[in-house]
């Protein structure tokens, strides 16, 4: 096994070669984030350059890594912070799954973005916070021990902080302040296991089983109490019940920012996070022993019901997609809480198969809102008639959320379900079937009611105010040359159901994301 | 760049910061604020410069040194305290004159 | 762990992929109608996508090709099984077709055909379970969508969701010990576990549910009670190769001798047919009764596959053997039938109705016969499943030909005329395979011989006189109990928004006297009465000499 770790570099050195391409995908969103705070309003053409830039930057970057980590070799950046305490971004196969996540999911966000907020005031100064957003991601991604994780942590919520309330009106500040509330807290949780956890080992630095095994006979008290502040420190960001209050709430912000905070960055952090404390921090083994993943399990089987639950009432339509959001990401956590290399397959797998579906849906609600002024779901019959691609998208994600093959949540809840017999409890499998039931109730009726009802609404046509037109709305019979909303709006969806489609279908190739998640396995937690 | 250094650097950047919000926000409270951050700078350097001379023949230094920590915390007690002082100086004075910025009323 | 594949370690042999052609050309034709110029001819191909499917089912050989790229691992192959069914789908699927032809105008119509027939031709074609899954999403949704809206489909989507889980979880349960996906694997899976009766209760469900079987059937009453003609055909479509196929595949038919399964089954069959029997014969119009035939038909299936399992191999041979192609001819019999009902002529009814009838009857006593039926001790179970099939058909005859049919139906008319010609057709290939089976069964006594067709005769002539009687007897809805079903779905959601709201209510309340008191208790400033105690002399004296005394208690005792 190659050692994916080295402490003994001493904290002052030189930085070994292979440290400049984590520092490079740092600075592929941090630079150009910090240059569009400076540019005008009306500088749209730099400003889209440099986004489109660095997104394609990172892309690239990771893609180089990613060769790399299959090889073998080892990408290691370290800073000194403090006396034996560095900044430490490492990246490994983990690492690297969360770091094609993020970036390719930044770059189809920025398109998005960019034709969302086609006429809205403030864009450089969304831009540039949405870049530094992506960066806190990726630097999540790539932390290599508690100290650096938190720091990046930290630093997401504050640049997602202030792209809740871009819009500045009263619910965008009511809704930043309740999130500031929740994070900051969970902040000062997290700060608090962390120091309490160093004073007692000595060490943050991640390693494969934990790195608390030598002191968990001794202190087996302290290590349950850090790990409950551990896990609600990065659970609010993941948002387990009861700590999710802020997610339906953060609703009120556009489009893209719903988009990149539920399937990218705020949510995946966190749920990568609890994937690190698990895995790297205590070992699963470990916290088996200590009898911690039980009530993990539990608290992740009451939030997915519940999260299902919730959704099934709501008719605004993003609230609904976030109370999805809630019980979807306890997959993740179902899965690393069932001690077993199938299950943990299944939760890792998870967080790129929900984080395509789940922006996918995201999207195509910000379509709806944006071209014809939707925001509820009893006011979206009809609707698949006039904007047929979006809904299309839609149905795609939808249904895959529901866990029909062949889309990709089929395989993740496959996965999660032959984890929990593995591992001999058959408990995870009645939640599941209970979750597939209600995420049914809560998305098909939306679905049939976009393509089957008759709309209530009169909708504007599609492509009027460009030229000639008749005034005849877009029927089924409609030349697809003439889109039914932007090109800008319209491509990103479509790519990522694609994605979705493709992932589920070739889901056993090379390089498809479960195979990734099975050499995660095999490489990180030395499972045979 | 040692460690030391790297901190240093960032407290000074820090006190830049304070001193630019100092000197181009008008409004009091933001003026405030920007001093505060100038004196976290402050603290940052001197906690960063605290280390004891290395023992003869010694290679690494003990430990840190306590003086410059005992002056940082008292440091942030009287930045408290001035802090509450100057927020209730502003809010005496717009109580009185209805503004929140300093300077004539023929300015802008 | 697979590395970057190369090409030629793939192993394809051309033949090998040929059967996969049949479910890819219908979905190659769909993404062609994306752009507009395409559009156009893959309109006129699209009736006809299912002919490369017919093609393979009558020349292709028989193969076998693991995909393990595709999905968890997929294998694609052409067995006899497969062979009957793709057939008798492709002929559904291309009379459907022919039937629609330029009503097909608007694309997404089109491509929600093209891809239901996708589905159902890929579904034959599976060699495991997962894939099957997936072609039946792909053969289900469209379909729910085809069927625009129509109560029936709704009903056929949540019974297909419902389905879909209970099937995934016995799949999971049968693979956990890392047993192949594959329908051999899970065969032997399922006759060694321990949790047998879970499990079969789940498959048996499962694929009942899209079979139409009887406590399972409402989404077919009223879908084709509702449907539009073209429609009738890729329904029966459905039925046959999404459901009772997969009981032939998944029951470890030969391996196992389960009498009590078997009883249980053959009782449920019965039980299942008399109820068939109560509703169809109370539906109003001859198609509602010819989809109550079609469940208590899939009862029958149910109640034979039932014996086979509570017998010996060489028994479960012939109901292997027989199984597939009698799906095949009654599928492609019932299909006729309905659109036979549907001809404008009353002599066109008369005759395309009554001879589909036949047909299924035959073939119904051929599964029997073969399937040992002809002995046993409970062989009275069987002999009344067939009765009431016997029953339903008769009825449905009778009434078919007296109610009128739809005004412009030529094309069903012939459409029936068609695949009832290549049900015969069928049927003759069918018999050499199967007629020196019949001629060497064991147990060749007059009774039992003659017991079935008697009992199915009897139930000919029964429904017959039950059709003409009909007129004075009430209608029922078709989806007979869905009625009640839904009415209970729709209260028990009420009351839990109801229950929801109190508890919204009561939570308010609570906050809102919490805010009150809270109120009052500020009002009164606590805080600065308590300061104002404290700030009195006396107070204050008191305090320090107690802290004081505290100190000298602390300090001065022996440490």
Not at chain 1, 420 to 440: C, D, I, Q, R
Not at chain 1, 501 to 521: D, K, N, Q, V
Not at chain 2, 91 to 98: E, Q
Request: hydrophobic fraction near 60%.
């Amino acid at each position: 096994m190659i050692p994916l770790f080295d402490t003994s570099v001493p904290p002052d050195a030189v930085l070994p070669p292979d440290a400049v391409l984590p520092l490079l995908v740092l600075a592929s969103s941090l630079v150009p984030g910090l240059v569009i705070f400076f540019l005008g309003e009306e500088r749209v053409r730099t400003r889209t350059l440099l986004n489109l830039g660095g997104a394609l930057t990172k892309l690239a970057l990771v893609g180089w890594m990613f060769r790399g980590v299959y090889e073998g070799q080892r990408y290691e950046a370290r800073l000194p912070l403090l006396d034996g305490l560095d900044l430490v971004l490492r990246v490994g196969s983990l690492s690297l799954l969360f770091l094609v996540l993020s970036a390719g999911l930044w770059l189809v966000t920025t398109v998005y973005a960019v034709g969302y907020l086609e006429r809205s005031p403030n864009r450089s100064r969304f831009f540039g916070f949405f870049s530094l957003c992506v960066t806190a991601t990726v630097g999540v991604a790539m932390s290599g021990n508690l100290l650096t994780f938190i720091l990046f942590f930290e630093l997401l919520t504050l640049t997602t902080y202030p792209l809740v309330v871009h819009r500045g009106t009263e619910a965008a500040r009511r809704a930043g302040l309740a999130y500031l509330a929740h994070t900051v807290f969970a902040g000062v949780m997290l700060l608090a296991g962390t120091v309490w956890l160093y004073t007692l080992t000595g060490t943050l630095t991640f390693a494969p089983r934990g790195f608390v095994s030598e002191i968990a006979d001794t202190h087996r008290g302290p290590l349950i109490a850090i790990f409950a502040l551990l896990i609600a420190g990065v659970g609010v960001k993941a948002a387990l019940v009861p700590l999710h209050g802020w997610l339906p709430l953060a609703m009120v912000a556009p489009a893209p920012v719903s988009a990149l905070l539920h399937a990218v960055a705020v949510v995946k952090a966190g749920a990568f996070g609890i994937v690190l404390i698990v895995y790297d921090v205590f070992g699963v083994e470990q916290a088996a022993e200590l009898g911690l993943t039980g009530p993990l399990a539990a608290v992740a089987a009451v939030t997915i019901i519940y999260g299902s639950l919730r959704a099934l009432f709501q008719d605004d339509l993003k609230r609904r997609l976030a109370f999805s959001t809630v019980s979807q990401v306890s997959y993740i956590v179902l899965g690393v809480a069932i001690v077993g290399p199938l299950a943990s397959v299944g939760g890792i797998v998870h967080l790129v198969h929900q984080g395509i579906m789940k922006i996918t849906l995201f999207f195509c609600a910000g379509n709806l809102a944006e071209t014809l002024g939707i925001h509820k779901v009893s006011e979206m019959n009809g609707v698949g008639r006039r904007m047929p691609w979006t809904m299309g998208a839609f149905s795609i994600a939808a249904l895959g959320m529901i866990g029909v093959p062949p889309i990709a949540g089929f395989v993740s809840k496959w996965y999660l379900g032959l984890g929990a017999l593995e591992a001999g409890v058959h408990w995870p499998l009645y939640v599941l079937t209970l979750s597939s039931l209600l995420n049914a109730a809560y998305f098909l009726p939306i679905l049939h009611a976009a393509w089957f009802c008759e709309p209530t609404t009169q909708w504007p046509a599609a492509g009027s105010g460009t030229g000639t037109e008749n005034g005849k709305p877009i029927g089924d019979s409609g030349r697809w040359l003439r889109p039914e909303t932007g090109w800008l709006l319209l491509l990103p969806p479509l790519v990522t159901a694609a994605l979705s489609l493709l992932i589920g279908l070739f889901a056993s190739s090379p390089f498809s994301p479960l195979e990734w998640s099975l050499l995660i396995a095999e490489r990180e937690f030395h499972y045979p | 760049m040692t460690q030391p250094v790297f901190w240093a650097l960032v407290g000074m950047a820090l006190v830049v910061i304070g001193l630019y919000g100092l000197i181009v926000h008008a409004h009091l409270l933001r003026k405030i604020l920007a001093l505060n951050v100038i004196s976290s700078g402050v603290f940052l350097v001197f906690i960063a410069l605290a280390r004891r001379a290395p023992r003869d023949g010694a290679a690494i230094s003990p430990g840190p040194d306590p003086v410059p920590q005992a002056m940082v915390l008292t440091g942030i007690v009287v930045a408290v305290a001035a802090t509450g002082l100057a927020v209730a100086l502003i809010v005496r004075l717009r109580a009185m004159t209805g503004r929140t910025t300093l300077g004539d009323e023929a300015d802008n | 762990m697979n590395a970057w594949p190369v090409v030629g370690d793939l192993g394809l042999e051309p033949m090998a992929w040929l059967p996969g052609l049949a479910p890819l050309w219908p979905l190659l034709l769909a993404a062609a109608l994306v752009p507009a110029a395409l559009r156009a001819p893959v309109l006129r191909l699209a009736p006809w996508a299912a002919l490369p499917a017919l093609l393979i089912a009558v020349l292709a050989p028989q193969t076998l090709q693991p995909l393990p790229w595709l999905l968890l691992g997929t294998t694609l192959q052409l067995d006899d099984a497969g062979r009957w069914l793709l057939a008798a789908l492709s002929l559904l699927w291309l009379a459907a077709g022919w039937i629609v032809a330029e009503r097909l105008r608007s694309p997404r119509r089109a491509a929600g055909f093209l891809v239901a027939m996708s589905g159902g031709l890929w579904l034959p074609l599976t060699g495991d379970l997962p894939s099957a899954l997936a072609a039946s999403t792909l053969a289900a949704y469209p379909l729910y969508g085809l069927l625009a809206g129509l109560h029936g489909g709704r009903v056929l989507l949540v019974s297909v969701v419902i389905a879909d889980l209970l099937i995934l979880e016995a799949l999971l349960l049968l693979a956990k010990d890392g047993a192949g996906l594959d329908f051999a694997s899970l065969r032997a899976a399922l006759a060694q576990t321990h949790e047998r009766n879970f499990l079969l209760a789940l498959v048996l469900i499962g694929f009942g549910a899209k079979a139409g079987a009887m406590g399972l059937h409402y989404w077919l009453a009223s879908a084709v009670a509702g449907a539009r003609a073209w429609l009738l055909a890729p329904l029966v479509g459905f039925v046959t190769a999404a459901g009772a196929l997969f009981w032939l595949r998944l029951l470890p038919l030969g391996d196992v001798q389960w009498p009590a399964v078997a009883a249980l089954m053959q009782w449920l069959a019965l039980a299942g047919g008399g109820w068939a029997v109560l509703a169809g014969l109370l539906q109003a119009t001859p198609r509602a009764s010819l989809a109550y035939a079609l469940s208590a038909l899939t009862m029958l299936w149910l109640g034979l596959l039932g014996l086979s399992l509570g017998r010996s191999a060489e028994a479960a041979a012939g109901m292997s053997a027989v199984f597939p192609p009698a799906l095949a001819l009654t599928g492609l019999a019932m299909a006729s039938a309905l659109l036979g009902s549907l001809a404008p002529a009353r002599a066109a009814r008369a005759v395309l109705v009554p001879l589909s009838a036949l047909l299924i009857s035959v073939t119904a006593l051929a599964a029997a016969l073969l399937a040992g039926a002809g002995a046993g001790d409970a062989r009275w179970l069987v002999l009344g499943a067939i009765a009431c099939v016997g029953v339903l058909l008769g009825a449905s005859a009778v009434a078919a030909v007296r109610v009128d049919g739809a005004s412009e139906a030529n094309r069903e008319t012939l459409a029936a005329a068609a695949l009832l010609a290549a049900g015969c057709v069928m049927a003759a290939f069918a018999s050499p395979a199967l007629s020196p089976m019949l001629a060497s069964l064991d147990e060749w006594r007059l009774d039992s011989v003659a017991a079935l067709p008697a009992a199915l005769l009897a139930g000919l002539v029964g429904g017959a006189i039950a059709g003409l009687a009909s007129a004075w007897l009430p209608r029922a809805p078709a989806g007979d109990l869905l009625v009640a079903l839904e009415r209970t779905v729709s209260l028990l959601v009420a009351a839990w928004e109801r229950f929801g709201a109190a508890l919204e209510r009561r939570r308010d309340r609570l906050y809102r006297s919490a805010g009150q008191a809270r109120v009052v208790v500020a009002r009164n400033h606590p805080a600065s009465a308590i300061e104002a105690l404290l700030r009195r002399w006396s107070t204050a004296t008191l305090l320090l000499l107690l802290a004081a005394a505290a100190a000298a208690l602390l300090l001065a005792s022996p440490s």
